[in-house]
């Protein structure tokens, strides 16, 4: 069984609330920021809930739960010859029958799957997907980019999506859609960012990182992750956590882990062409992985 996420898990650094990095700030009706750091189960995958005023969230009283694999698992690619072979395995691992995890084609779009029971479980072109079936659970895969992670404790609708530098804003494209198929109130969304390249690493050239910041920053709103754009090198997510915060989210959850800098991890900036893509997933799993 999971963890019981009842109490603090053991991979939050903090379960505070506040307004910045550190957390040390909270006003009412201001957002909610819980850090932490990975810890993965036998090397192969770490799991992290959705976090709301301090306490791990559940899904009608069962443990929803976020999680990504390791490069230890293998690479997770749906292109990939032996991709299939380390998804089907890590599936397993999590108690998951293949039919009931659903997979995108990611093309680094804002293109969100709006799921049914009845959905294609594998391959359609897309880099996001939203769904109701408490017993269905979302992957996709990630190596740099940002997975985030939606869950609405209302009507217990769930999301999951890739956002890159290209498709940064495919996170309101599936809050839009959870509104307008749930009627979901941005202020019972709990959002977990996961890990990604972080700005420390993230360097581009000067002119996207100019676009970068004008189509993301700006004088209005909040910044809960301060800036968007440091230096030359773009945050993806202080951009989802701004987009985030000022469409009306109020509880984020984020990992402190750099892709490149984390070798735990796979990272296409350095690995090259041959990185190792991580599966992110969301779900109700029934691991074996704890033996």
């Given at each position: 069984?999971?963890?019981?996420?009842?109490?603090?898990?053991?991979?939050?650094?903090?379960?505070?609330?506040?307004?910045?990095?550190?957390?040390?700030h909270r006003d009412a009706g201001e957002w909610h920021l819980y850090p932490f750091h990975l810890v993965f189960e036998r090397e192969t995958v770490a799991f992290f809930p959705f976090i709301m005023d301090?306490?791990?969230?559940?899904?009608?009283?069962?443990?929803?739960?976020?999680?990504?694999?390791?490069?230890?698992?293998?690479?997770?690619?749906l292109q990939a010859p032996e991709g299939s072979l380390h998804r089907h395995r890590l599936y397993r691992s999590l108690g998951l029958d293949p039919m009931q995890v659903f997979t995108c084609t990611q093309?680094?779009?804002?293109?969100?799957?709006?799921?049914?029971?009845?959905?294609?479980?594998?391959?359609?072109?897309?880099?996001?997907?939203?769904?109701?079936?408490?017993?269905?659970?979302?992957?996709?895969?990630?190596?740099?980019?940002?997975?985030?992670?939606?869950?609405?404790?209302?009507?217990?609708?769930?999301?999951?999506?890739?956002?890159?530098?290209?498709?940064?804003?495919?996170?309101?494209?599936?809050?839009?859609?959870?509104?307008?198929?749930?009627?979901?109130?941005?202020?019972?969304?709990?959002?977990?960012?996961?890990?990604?390249?972080?700005?420390?690493?993230?360097?581009?050239?000067?002119?996207?990182?100019?676009?970068?910041?004008?189509?993301?920053?700006?004088?209005?709103?909040?910044?809960?992750?301060?800036?968007?754009?440091?230096?030359?090198?773009?945050?993806?997510?202080?951009?989802?956590?701004?987009?985030?915060?000022?469409?009306?989210?109020?509880?984020?959850?984020?990992?402190?882990?750099?892709?490149?800098?984390?070798?735990?991890?796979?990272?296409?900036?350095?690995?090259?062409?041959?990185?190792?893509?991580?599966?992110?997933?969301?779900?109700?799993?029934?691991?074996?992985?704890?033996?």
């Amino acid at each position: 069984m999971l963890p019981n996420w009842t109490i603090p898990p053991h991979n939050l650094d903090v379960l505070g609330a506040g307004g910045g990095e550190a957390g040390t700030h909270r006003d009412a009706g201001e957002w909610h920021l819980y850090p932490f750091h990975l810890v993965f189960e036998r090397e192969t995958v770490a799991f992290f809930p959705f976090i709301m005023d301090g306490a791990a969230l559940t899904l009608k009283g069962r443990p929803l739960a976020c999680a990504i694999s390791s490069r230890a698992a293998g690479t997770m690619r749906l292109q990939a010859p032996e991709g299939s072979l380390h998804r089907h395995r890590l599936y397993r691992s999590l108690g998951l029958d293949p039919m009931q995890v659903f997979t995108c084609t990611q093309v680094h779009s804002q293109e969100v799957l709006v799921l049914e029971p009845e959905s294609l479980r594998e391959g359609p072109q897309a880099d996001g997907m939203i769904s109701g079936d408490p017993q269905g659970c979302l992957a996709i895969t990630v190596a740099d980019c940002l997975p985030v992670y939606l869950y609405d404790t209302e009507s217990g609708g769930f999301g999951l999506v890739h956002s890159g530098w290209k498709g940064t804003g495919i996170a309101l494209k599936a809050l839009q859609l959870m509104e307008a198929r749930w009627h979901t109130r941005p202020e019972a969304v709990a959002a977990v960012l996961g890990p990604c390249i972080g700005a420390c690493c993230y360097r581009v050239d000067a002119e996207r990182a100019r676009a970068f910041d004008h189509e993301f920053g700006g004088p209005l709103g909040a910044y809960p992750l301060g800036p968007v754009v440091k230096g030359a090198a773009l945050d993806l997510q202080a951009a989802n956590a701004r987009l985030l915060v000022n469409a009306g989210v109020r509880h984020i959850a984020w990992c402190r882990d750099c892709t490149f800098t984390d070798e735990r991890l796979g990272s296409f900036r350095r690995e090259g062409p041959s990185y190792t893509a991580m599966a992110a997933l969301v779900g109700v799993f029934h691991p074996q992985v704890y033996g």
